[in-house]
Structure formats: structure tokens, C-alpha cells
């Protein structure tokens, strides 16, 4: 018996202090294995106690016991202590900040066309001071033409030429007829009505005109321009699309106004910009050829404009447009246009096509 107990106190000590020297939750768990697993001395001596004499099974059996159950404490104990220590060194050294963004996915596709010369183009304005705002496509008669001193005679009202909406059948009369906008101008009198004087801004959007051939979509895009104050001149309309046309087509170009003819600004002009493929000249060197993009002209009308009329001014006088006191410069560009001019696009559907082997060329 003597012999047993002295093995099983052994046990004992080489337990606790291999509990003791754990230094991490495997070794811990290896030395549990070690003394208490399914193969270890100890759980075989206990199972050897059944063939001792009766005598001395009792204490043996109960020394065996405690041995075990003051092992598994001593295990569960610094278990404990281990995780804890564990846990507190990954908190040290596996700092992740939750709070950083995810590695973002790797891009898919592209900006269309017409999308980036849009931004591009609110950009150049956003950094002279402008702000955007957009408006609504199905529009007002009123707005689309009266308020932009459109004569009821005028052509572009007639049938064959606008997108009229019908009202439905049996609606009660409206004062008012509703279209599908033809430009982004009656945008000028909405904003003014939301907002006093001085007031700056462009209006990106979808036009609609009864037109279908390489230049013309029945639906397009124009940029409204406006900018009122009470001294505001022709010259800084054409400073302002001096501006433009060299952030865009680079910073060799000019800017010429001819004379031409808006209802709604007077004077009005359609703006010019120098050719930036011939450089203005007209002929491309060596061979002094016609220029094909300005067909030998040295200038791409880019745009129309004028100061605004103060017919328009009337209609916003009850929101503090004096027609006395307040000019203002008004521009309208359609943003294919500009897209096709700047980027050498030959035909203008090939916008709408949706061909990738075009639309990947750009952006
Ligand atoms: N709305 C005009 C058009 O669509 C362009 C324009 C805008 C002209 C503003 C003058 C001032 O042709």
C-alpha cells in the first residue's frame, strides 16, 4: 500500500507543478491530458484500486480521489489565468481598428460619357462660384416660354416642334399647358422665385425637342447658367466663359462674341471658342489643310447667352428682382456638344447606343 500512496503522491506533485509551469493554454492542456486524459497513471490506478484488499481500498481510493480533484482545480485555475493573459496580450498586439473602412472593391465600369463632361463642367462653374440646382423636366408653359418673354406666336411653341402633355381625359381645364421642357431656361425664373438676388448658379438636365439626326436627339442635355447682382456687365459674362473654355479646352484659348437673337436676354450672343485642334488658324500644319474640326473658320460655337431681358426680371419682381437695379448674364450649352467637340465624337447617337467599344474610350 505504502507503495501506492507513494506513487500516488508523486503523481500529485508532478501534476501541480506541471500546472504550475504552463505557460500557455496548450501546454496547460497537454498536461491535463498528461495526468488525467483516459491513458494517464492516475485514472489506472484508480481503476486498480477495485483489486486491492478491502482493507486498504478505502483511503487509497480516497487519496487517489482528492489527488484528482486537486489536480483538475489546480487546471481549471490557471486556465483562468492563462486566458486572461492570453486575451490580454492579443488585445496588446492584434489591434484592428473597426472604425477603418474595408478595402474597398476594386472598381467596376466607368462614368458614361456625358456623365464626366457634366461633372466636369459643374466643377469648372462650382470654382467660380456657383452653385447647382436642378429643376423639373415636365414643365409648365408658362415657365418654358411666357416667363422667358417668348411671344404666343413663337415657332418653337407649335406642335411639330414640342413635346406637349396631354391632360387627362376628362380633367377640368388647366390655365396652364404642361410640356416636356425644351431647354433648362425656365429654370432661371424658378430658382429666382426660391432665392434673392445675388444669385449664381447652373442647371444641369434632360431638354426635349422634336428633332432626330446625327446632331440632334429628341432628347438631350443642356447647363443653364445664371448669375444676377446689381452690377453685373457683358464683361463678366465673357470673363465667365473665358473661364469655361480654357479649364475645358485648355488654357491657350479665346472667346468671341457674335450678335444673334434669345427672347428672354438683350443683347443676346452666341459665344464662340477658338479651335483647339488648328490652334484659330483654320489650316493644320505641315500640309496647311482646311482645319476639318472648325472647317477652316478657327472657331466652335459652343453656346448661346445674353444679358437677361428685363421682361424676364418682371416676373420675379415680387421676390426682389428690380428690373431698375438688377442685370444678369444668362448662358445655355448642351453638354453633348461640348462632349463631342472636346473628345472628337463624329455622331451624336453614339451617346445613346450604349456600345461599350465606345463608351470604354473614355473616363
Ligand atoms: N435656352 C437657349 C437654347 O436652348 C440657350 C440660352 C440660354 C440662350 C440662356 C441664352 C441664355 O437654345
Redesign the pocket.
Known amino acids: 500500500m505504502s507503495d501506492l500512496v507513494g506513487q500516488i503522491e508523486r503523481i500529485r506533485e508532478d501534476a501541480l507543478a506541471a500546472v504550475a509551469a504552463a505557460r500557455t493554454t496548450q501546454e496547460l492542456e497537454d498536461a491535463r491530458v498528461r495526468f488525467l486524459g483516459r491513458k494517464a497513471e492516475l485514472p489506472n490506478l484508480l481503476r486498480g484500486v477495485a483489486d486491492l484488499p478491502p482493507q486498504e481500498r478505502g483511503a487509497v481510493g480516497k487519496l487517489a480521489n482528492e489527488v484528482r480533484s486537486g489536480a483538475d482545480a489546480a487546471i481549471t485555475a490557471r486556465g483562468a489565468e492563462l486566458e486572461l493573459e492570453e486575451l490580454r496580450e492579443r488585445l496588446e498586439h492584434d489591434r484592428v481598428d473597426v472604425t477603418l473602412p474595408g478595402t474597398p472593391p476594386a472598381p467596376i465600369g466607368r462614368l458614361h460619357l456625358l456623365t464626366a463632361t457634366r461633372r466636369e463642367i459643374e466643377d469648372v462653374f462650382c470654382g467660380l462660384g456657383f452653385t447647382v440646382v436642378e429643376g423639373p423636366e415636365v414643365e409648365l408653359v408658362s415657365y418654358n416660354f411666357d416667363a422667358l418673354n417668348h411671344d404666343p406666336a413663337h415657332p418653337a411653341r407649335a406642335r411639330t416642334d414640342t413635346f406637349y402633355v396631354e391632360a387627362p381625359a376628362g380633367a377640368p381645364p388647366r390655365a396652364d399647358e404642361v410640356l416636356l421642357r ?4 425656365p429654370m432661371q425664373t424658378r430658382a429666382m422665385q426660391r432665392q434673392p438676388p445675388p444669385i449664381a448658379i447652373v442647371v444641369p438636365g434632360r ?1 426635349y425637342r422634336r428633332d432626330s439626326d446625327a446632331t440632334h436627339t429628341p432628347q438631350f442635355h ?1 447647363i ?1 447658367g445664371l448669375a444676377v447682382d446689381e452690377d453685373i456687365t457683358l464683361a463678366d459674362l465673357k470673363g465667365t466663359l473665358l473661364a469655361f473654355a480654357r479649364a475645358i479646352f485648355g488654357d491657350e484659348r479665346e472667346v468671341r462674341l457674335r450678335p444673334h437673337f ?1 427672347p ?2 438683350e443683347p ?1 450672343v452666341e459665344v464662340d471658342v477658338s479651335c483647339f485642334q488648328c490652334g484659330g488658324s483654320g489650316t493644320r500644319t505641315p500640309a496647311h489643310e482646311r482645319c476639318n474640326l472648325c472647317k477652316g473658320t478657327g472657331w466652335l460655337e459652343i ?4 444679358m437677361v431681358d428685363p421682361n424676364v426680371f418682371a416676373w420675379v419682381r415680387d421676390h426682389g428682382y428690380d428690373p431698375e437695379r438688377h442685370q444678369g448674364f ?3 450649352m448642351g453638354i453633348e456638344r461640348i462632349a463631342m467637340l472636346k473628345h472628337g465624337v463624329p455622331d451624336l447617337r453614339l451617346f445613346y447606343d450604349n456600345d461599350v467599344r465606345f463608351l470604354r474610350q473614355f473616363g
Open positions: 425644351t431647354h433648362t431656361s431638354v443642356q443653364e434669345f428672354f436676354t443676346s453656346l448661346g447667352s445674353g444668362a448662358f445655355g
